[in-house]
């Protein structure tokens, strides 16, 4: 199994984008899948989550500029991210929980800069 993560950049402040990770190989149900960042000098903390029925949580940071959505029938889950700040900078990962009992799986990690 593989989580494979898209669509980071660089982008001025108060523009967006959209990251995009797409799970492959022998997958038999996909529970929860989130999003986590980790910026330099910092430990990796949740963004946003989205469960198998598609309730969402966010962090308090991001809450009102970021959305999490997911398409089960292409098991992927996506992170549109508008109004950027400086402080959003980070590797972004991917994260899935895959089959029963649930087993974690991560991306590769994707860069976010984000230019005042």
């Known amino acids: 199994v593989q989580l494979q993560a898209s669509g980071g950049g660089l982008v001025q402040a108060g523009g967006s984008l959209r990251l995009s990770c797409a799970a492959s190989?022998?997958?038999?149900?996909?529970?929860?899948m989130g999003w986590y960042r980790q910026a330099p000098g910092k430990q990796r903390e949740l963004v946003a989550a989205?469960?198998?029925?598609?309730?969402?949580n966010y962090a308090d940071s991001v809450k009102g500029r970021f959305t999490i959505s997911r398409d089960n029938a292409k098991n992927t889950v996506y992170l549109q991210m508008n109004s950027l700040k400086p402080e959003d900078t980070a590797v972004y990962y991917c994260?899935?929980?895959?089959?029963?009992?649930?087993?974690?799986?991560w991306g590769q990690g994707t860069q976010v800069t984000v230019s005042s």
């Open positions: 994260n899935a929980g895959l089959g029963q009992p649930s087993i974690d799986y």
């Open positions: 190989g022998s997958i038999f149900s996909i529970n929860g």
């Open positions: 989205i469960t198998s029925g598609g309730s969402t």
